[in-house]
């Protein structure tokens, strides 16, 4: 009896220090990647000339000018709506069209069905680069370059083979006797899907809208190529454009920009949390 309880005791003793050891690495981790946050803050803040001497130390004084500069420089309610439109139009159809895809997919398996969800989903393995210059002659013969609308659109070409993968693996989780009850109560396959199945999707749809919004938000190349730079600009944008001539940078202005930028997707993020770990 001694002896198990001695050990117990020491296989008590391990876990608790396996435990401690990766709390431990986990805190190094978190400190690794917020220690370039906490740079980026304290240089947004900072007066112009302690940013060229000394990017690590702490401000003397806190200078908020920086970030109301930025704001009035950047005509950044502007930029806001239009980052926000785009997002909002590239969203849309990626949610809309995915998941009745993947529903679409998964209640009418046959070899057809099959090869259409290898036609749908392998896009995710084709780097954008190799496709940009083709993508870019299409757009402007169909007339969908330059615009708002149009770069949401094309949002929905590269966002919802991703979407499809992952509407369609949670889709499994759904007993199909549940479609099988609708229709008996008159329901056709839309309704069905939009009364009955679409509500039960909704952590996974949250889950797909936070990776989606994080990616066209702080999208730069495809707005950059597609949309018409004198009528329509993104955040993303205008901070490159805030690079002065001959590799001058105010990098307290472009730290204040950089933060302008990331609190709408934050405060997105932290909203929705509870939503991703469910889904």
């Known amino acids: 009896h001694a002896k198990r309880r001695q050990f117990k005791m020491s296989l008590v003793l391990k876990r608790k220090i396996n435990k401690w050891i990766l709390t431990v690495v986990i ?76 529903y679409i997919l998964d209640r009418k ?10 036609i749908i989903t392998m896009p995710m393995l084709i780097p954008f680069q190799t496709i940009m210059i083709s993508l870019l002659k299409v757009m402007t013969t169909i007339n969908f370059s330059g615009s708002k609308v149009g770069l949401g659109i094309q949002y929905w070409g590269f966002g919802i083979p991703m979407a499809t993968f992952i509407f369609f693996n949670f889709m499994e989780t759904i007993p199909r006797e549940i479609d099988e009850s609708a229709y008996i109560d ?7 899907f939009s009364l009955v199945i679409f509500p039960l999707l909704k952590s996974v749809t949250f889950t797909v809208i936070v990776i989606d919004v994080m990616w066209i938000w702080n999208d730069f190349l495809l707005p950059y190529l597609v949309l018409d730079l004198k009528k329509y600009k993104t955040i993303s944008i205008v901070i490159q454009y805030m690079k002065g001539s001959y590799g001058s940078v105010d990098m307290g202005a472009i730290m204040a920009a950089l933060i302008l930028a990331l609190i709408p997707v934050v405060i997105f993020y932290l909203s929705c949390q509870k939503y991703i770990i469910k889904g």
């Not at 398996?109 to 290898?118: D, E, G, L, P, Q």
């Open 27 to 102: 805190l190094i981790l978190a400190l690794i990647y917020v220690y370039p946050i906490f740079l980026m803050c304290i240089n947004a803040v900072k007066p112009f000339g302690e940013v060229v001497v000394d990017v690590i130390k702490l401000p003397s004084k806190v200078e908020w000018s920086n970030i109301t500069y930025v704001m009035d420089k950047m005509q950044y309610g502007k930029l806001f709506l239009n980052n926000v439109e785009i997002t909002v139009i590239g969203i849309v159809g990626i949610v809309i069209f995915s998941s009745l895809t993947a």
């Open 109 to 118: 398996r046959n070899r057809y069905t099959s090869f259409a969800k290898t």
């Open 186 to 192: 008159g329901a056709d396959t839309f309704k069905t």
